[in-house]
């Protein structure tokens, strides 16, 4: 059975660095790609990138390019996001999301995140 | 970056009649080469992650009943609920997985008259 298992909320200051994560089991983690999706309480789903584990190799959204990272750690099934520089817009769930070619078919549960000061 | 048009952003269907929702991609999701529209739909229910509905426009996931159907090519698309069940209450967005950057319609809420 895919399970994608994420990270607990998170509250932080805006200027602080963060970084969530998303444990992967039941398929073959480095051979399918695997990324982030926000949501803004009450508004809609925006995609931000994936990563392909296997090989490292990472496609952003223009939206999100330069904001965030999205990395993953194949010894550990563990996909991650981060931010070096949170702001108060960057409030919102995130759930990371498998893709089977560029597919998104198994999601996580979500990550909270709350930026204020 | 192809841009996802949903229409309407939201509708209200009794109990038992058919719900519709139309998707719009700024340009064609067809790879005419297989014959395939890169078109995904997903259902959202209040604090719950999206679910897959439909991939490749009409191919129905594994456990969804058949009052959802998919339909569509190139550049129109359309989720059709037959007969309006109160479980089916969520919002609804269609997302195109033929290039990236992915994009996601803006959602329709879908709600019992």
């Known amino acids: 059975e895919v399970q994608l298992v994420q990270s607990g909320a998170e509250v932080k200051k805006p200027g602080e660095s963060l970084r969530i994560s998303c444990k992967a089991s039941?398929?073959?983690?480095?051979?399918?790609?695997i990324g982030w999706v926000r949501q803004v309480p009450g508004k809609g789903l925006e995609w931000m990138g994936i990563?392909?584990?296997?090989?490292?190799?990472?496609k952003y959204s223009p939206s999100f390019q330069g904001h965030v990272t999205i990395s993953a750690d194949t010894s550990i099934d563990t996909v991650y996001l981060q931010w070096s520089s949170l702001k108060a817009s960057d409030t919102a769930m995130y759930y990371c999301?498998?893709?089977?070619?560029?597919?998104?078919?198994?999601w996580g549960q979500g990550t909270l995140v709350t930026v204020s000061s | 970056d192809i841009v996802m048009t949903q229409s309407p952003d939201s509708l209200a269907v009794s109990l038992g009649e058919r719900a519709t929702v139309n998707c719009k991609s700024s340009?064609?999701?067809?790879?005419?080469?297989?014959?395939?529209?890169?078109l995904a739909w997903y259902q959202q229910k209040p604090g719950q992650p999206p679910k897959l509905l439909f991939y490749?426009?009409?191919t129905r996931e594994f456990g969804v009943p058949d009052r959802f159907s998919g339909s569509g090519s190139g550049t129109d698309f359309t989720l059709t609920i037959s007969s309006l069940q109160a479980e089916d209450v969520a919002v609804y967005y269609c997302?195109?997985?033929?290039?990236?950057?992915?994009?996601f319609g803006g959602g329709t809420k879908v709600e019992i008259k």
């Open positions: 999301a498998r893709h089977a070619s560029y597919l998104t078919d198994y």
């Open positions: 990563i392909y584990p296997g090989d490292s190799d990472t």
């Open positions: 490749w426009a009409s």
């Open positions: 997302q195109q997985y033929h290039k990236t950057p992915l994009t």
């Open positions: 340009q064609s999701v067809l790879d005419s080469s297989i014959n395939k529209n890169f």
């Open positions: 039941g398929y073959n983690f480095p051979n399918l790609w």
